[in-house]
C-alpha cells in the first residue's frame, strides 16, 4: 500500500508504521545529531497522528535539549526518532525504514557543524543552519 510505511529498529523490538506519504527527509549534520546516530542524521516528519510505535515500552528517550527528545531501541541501540517538545510532528530515521520510502533527501541542514572526514557533493540545498519557515 502506498499510503503505509513501515519500519524497525535492527533487533525487531521496535517497530513502527507511517500513514500517508513520506515527506523528503533532511540530513541533519549538527553534533548532536552526529553524536546520536554516528555519523549525520538523515530523518523524515512525519505528523504524530500518523505514526503507530509498536513496542513503544523498548524506546528509551534522551532529553538531549531543550527543545528536543531522542529516542532509542533500549535493547540493540538502534537511532530512531527525533522528537520536538513543542511541535506536532516525530523525525524518524529514514534507516529504520523498510523499502521503498518513496522519497529523496530533500535538504541538508546544520552544515556549519559536519565533520571533517566527509563532503557534502549531492547537489541538495545546503543550509549552515536549519532554513527558516515558509510563509
Not at 530533500?106 to 515558509?134: L, N
Request: aromatic share 10%.
Amino acid at each position: 500500500m502506498i499510503g503505509m510505511h513501515t519500519g524497525s529498529c535492527l533487533c525487531g523490538a521496535v517497530k513502527f508504521e507511517v500513514e500517508g506519504a513520506l515527506p523528503g527527509p533532511d540530513g541533519c549534520h549538527c553534533t548532536a545529531c552526529r553524536k546520536f546516530s554516528g555519523h549525520f542524521f538523515v530523518s523524515t516528519d512525519v505528523p504524530r497522528s500518523s505514526l503507530t510505535i509498536h513496542g513503544e515500552e523498548n524506546v528509551s528517550w534522551f532529553r538531549s535539549s531543550e527543545r528536543a527528545r531522542r529516542g532509542f531501541c533500549s535493547t540493540c541501540g538502534s537511532s530512531l526518532f527525533w522528537d520536538p517538545i513543542d511541535r506536532d510532528w516525530t523525525g524518524i530515521a529514514m534507516g529504520a525504514f523498510d523499502q521503498p520510502t518513496r522519497t529523496r533527501l530533500a535538504v541538508h541542514v546544520h552544515t556549519a557543524e559536519k565533520g571533517d572526514y566527509y563532503d557534502i557533493a549531492d547537489g541538495v540545498s545546503q543550509f549552515q543552519r536549519v532554513p527558516p519557515a515558509p510563509h
